[in-house]
């Protein structure tokens, strides 16, 4: 903790309170008060750079009668590791939402935004399994990837995991990290060889076109989308969409703003039928895959509310600590 008006919590503070089961049922709460109106946020921010590529993202928020209201601010600059830097950063600001008093700042480096990425990956690829999971498929070989092996895989019960990745060197270095770990992992050489031996797979890419044909996608396989978050990214086939019983969505108009929703929509492809809310899903208010031989797909865009819950969360479990409590007298 740094020294300041105000507490100023690092990245190792904030890492060792937080768990895994703790981090998944409060981005599942989240998901699913953000689908009952529980959210009061306004439009994300968002700041987009060619030279070198990256983006920014500012979010903020509150759950209506809370006691915070919450800033995020995350950004990726995806040439940073041939920098020997880490591709993401960022920060979260929690405030007093009964004077506007700053409570404290988490210095998090982006990975709160990381971890609860991942929660929503997760628990969006959950959502949408069928019942036999033959592997996971992961297309991505960053950070985020790892995220998504790890924590998808524990929630679906299988340890078989495929990669594919732009940089074939990187998904070899993921997969060798994976197999350390535990894990059945492999790369792969194609997207098509992916889908040819996974029936859930979560795609966590920056492309701005499309890398998943339509030709690639079998009867019962969940794809997870989660790449697409800013104007211009884009995963998917159109078409994909367009052959799916059931489409996901954390937040609807969002997803036909800047997900892959939107082209599907550009593409005129009419959705609305297989359409339904992930947090409507997660109440049990709907239904994540109607048989196993449908195509599914979750579109994920991020949402303010996982922000505000795991900051609050975050800021509970730092300050009943000794330290915590020591700083707040």
């Known amino acids: 903790m740094t020294s300041a008006m105000f507490p100023i919590y690092s990245l190792s503070e904030v890492r060792t309170v937080l768990r895994r089961k703790d981090m998944l049922d409060v981005v599942r709460e989240a998901i699913v008060r953000h689908s009952l109106g529980e959210v009061v946020a306004a439009p994300s921010g968002e700041l987009l750079f060619q030279q070198p590529p990256g983006d920014c993202h500012i979010r903020f928020g509150y759950f209506r009668g809370g006691a915070v209201f919450v800033v995020k601010i ?8 041939a920098r020997g830097l880490e591709t993401n950063n960022g920060l979260m600001l929690v405030f007093d939402a009964q004077t506007g008093k700053i409570i404290a700042v988490l210095n998090d480096e ?9 929660a929503a990956g997760a628990l969006a690829a959950k959502a949408g399994a069928p019942s036999q ?7 991505g070989s960053g950070h985020q990837a ?3 092996a790890r924590w998808a895989s524990e929630i679906l019960g299988t340890d078989q995991v495929v990669i594919w990745g732009r940089d074939p060197a990187k998904a070899s270095r993921l997969v060798q990290s994976l197999c350390h770990q535990g894990f059945s992992a492999r790369t792969a050489a194609t997207v098509e060889e992916v889908f040819e031996h996974c029936n859930v797979v979560i795609t966590c890419t920056p492309s701005t076109q499309a890398i998943v044909p339509v030709s690639a996608v079998k ?15 884009q995963e998917l086939d ?4 367009g052959l799916a019983r059931v489409i996901m969505t954390d937040d609807r108009q969002q997803c036909a703003q800047r997900g892959e929703l939107a082209h599907a929509i550009a593409a005129g ?3 609305s039928k297989a ?4 947090g409507q899903v997660l109440a049990g208010n709907g239904a994540g895959r109607i048989s196993d031989d449908d195509v599914t797909v979750a579109d994920l865009t991020g949402l303010a509310a996982q922000d505000i819950a795991i900051a609050t969360l975050a800021i509970e479990l730092i300050q009943s600590t000794p330290l915590g409590r020591s700083v707040q007298g």
């Open 275 to 278: 359409e339904v809310s992930l």
């Open 238 to 241: 159109p078409r994909i969409l």
């Open 74 to 81: 995350a950004m990726g600059f995806y040439e940073n590791p």
């Open 146 to 148: 790892e995220h998504q």
């Open 219 to 233: 009867r019962g396989t969940h794809i997870v989308a989660m790449g697409a978050d800013s104007l211009g990214k």
């Open 269 to 271: 492809l009419d959705t």
């Open 133 to 139: 999971i033959t592997a996971l498929g992961i297309l």
């Open 110 to 118: 982006g990975w709160l935004t990381s971890w609860r990425t991942a």
